[in-house]
Nanobody, 128 residues
Framework: QLQLVESGGGLVQPGGSLRLSCAASGFTFEDYAIGWFRQAPGKEREGVSCISKSGGSTNYADSVKGRFTISRDNAKNTVYLQMNSLKHADTAIYYC?????????????????????WGQGTQVTVSS
């Protein structure tokens, strides 16, 4: 059974950092592109950052470029999202998602294609 489990969320002050992890199981991890998405209260879900199967191609929302870094460790079946210089506007539930189609990460993060599999999410709250 395919499973995605997010961790690493929490409460952090503006300007602080967090690292989210997405641990995968039940499928051949390196055959799947992975994306991080977020949804704030009253707002639509948005793509934050996505990474290709090999990790050689990444995509970022304009709002997080230069602050967030996505990476994957296929040996550990895990994708990470390093979030630095956090802002109040980054407060949201963060979800990771996986998709086995051979599509570029930009297509997932832009919302053009919806990944097939989703985790339960982890809350990130940026507040002083």
């Amino acid at each position: 059974q395919l499973q995605l489990v997010e961790s690493g969320g929490g409460l952090v002050q503006p300007g602080g950092s967090l690292r989210l992890s997405c641990a995968a199981s039940g499928f051949t991890f390196e055959d799947y592109a992975i994306g991080w998405f977020r949804q704030a209260p009253g707002k639509e879900r948005e793509g934050v950052s996505c990474i290709s199967k090999s990790g050689g191609s990444t995509n970022y929302a304009d709002s997080v470029k230069g602050r967030f870094t996505i990476s994957r460790d296929n040996a550990k079946n895990t994708v990470y999202l390093q979030m630095n210089s956090l802002k109040h506007a980054d407060t949201a539930i963060y979800y990771c998602a996986a998709d086995g189609r051979a599509l570029g990460p930009d297509l997932y993060c832009s919302g053009y294609v919806t990944p097939d599999y989703w985790g339960q999410g982890t809350q990130v709250t940026v507040s002083s």
